[in-house]
């Protein structure tokens, strides 16, 4: 059963477009949200995080949406840049959950910015 | 190294055989992690390291698995008796807060044939 979802494996936008990336997850006792980006034959890199306390971080060109009622977290790229092609991983702990040390990664989304 | 380090980059094994895979962490990190991503899959966590503490072991798939973590730097993840569903990218991060970011290293890519 997966608790952080990214149904999206792929997707494509123009650069100085706005790039969208979701993320839902099942489980209540998550409370702190990380997106991290991943170039090829790399290991992921942090990119961003929110607190289930905020609805809302922003830093530079991203931002980070959460929506708690929900369940759905996003990443907001503006303007998209062609070398932030990647896959991007959303990843929720639950640090009141006592566990806070461990990530539960969702599967991915391919990020393509075309020239 | 400024970053975490993991070798060997690649291994290639045969069905049956025991891997080391090592992993060195960012210098003063007190947390270190192992995560295997499989083919289309998430990072799935496997263990956890925090100083002197015994490690969470909770995610380990099997008894083939183990881990150590020497002198709280180096750490070395052990498959025993190989499988070909344990290949996978095997990834070790490091950290300074529990829960804060984690740092990867680049990845050990393991091929059971």
């Known amino acids: 059963d997966q608790q952080v979802k990214q149904n999206s494996p792929s997707l494509s936008v123009q650069e100085g477009r706005i790039s969208i990336l979701n993320c839902d997850y099942t489980?209540?006792?998550?409370?702190?949200f990380l997106w991290y980006k991943k170039y090829p034959a790399e290991g992921p890199t942090f990119l961003i995080s929110i607190s289930s306390i905020k609805d809302k971080n922003e830093d530079g060109r991203f931002t980070v949406f959460l929506n708690k009622s929900a369940k759905h977290l996003s990443l907001h790229i503006v303007p998209s840049q062609p070398g932030d092609s990647a896959v991007y991983f959303c990843?929720?702990?639950?640090?009141?959950?006592?566990?806070?040390?461990?990530?539960?990664f969702g599967k991915g989304t391919l990020l393509t910015v075309n020239p | 190294g400024a970053g975490v380090s993991q070798s060997p980059s690649n291994k290639v094994t045969e069905k049956g055989k025991d891997v080391e895979l090592r992993c060195d962490p960012i210098?003063?990190?007190?947390?270190l992690y192992w995560y295997r991503q499989s083919l289309g899959q998430g990072l799935e966590f496997l263990i956890y390291?925090?100083?002197?503490?015994?490690?969470?072991k909770s995610g380990l798939p099997s008894d083939r698995f183990s881990a150590e973590r020497t002198g709280g730097s180096v750490s070395t993840l052990t498959i025993q008796r190989t499988q070909q569903e344990d290949s996978a990218v095997y990834l070790c991060a490091s950290g300074v807060l529990s829960y804060n970011e984690q740092f990867f290293g680049p990845g050990t890519r393991l091929t059971v044939l």
């Open positions: 489980n209540s006792m998550f409370d702190y």
């Open positions: 390291f925090q100083g002197n503490s015994a490690p969470d």
């Open positions: 210098s003063g990190h007190t947390a």
């Open positions: 990843a929720a702990s639950g640090v009141s959950g006592g566990s806070n040390y461990k990530l539960t």
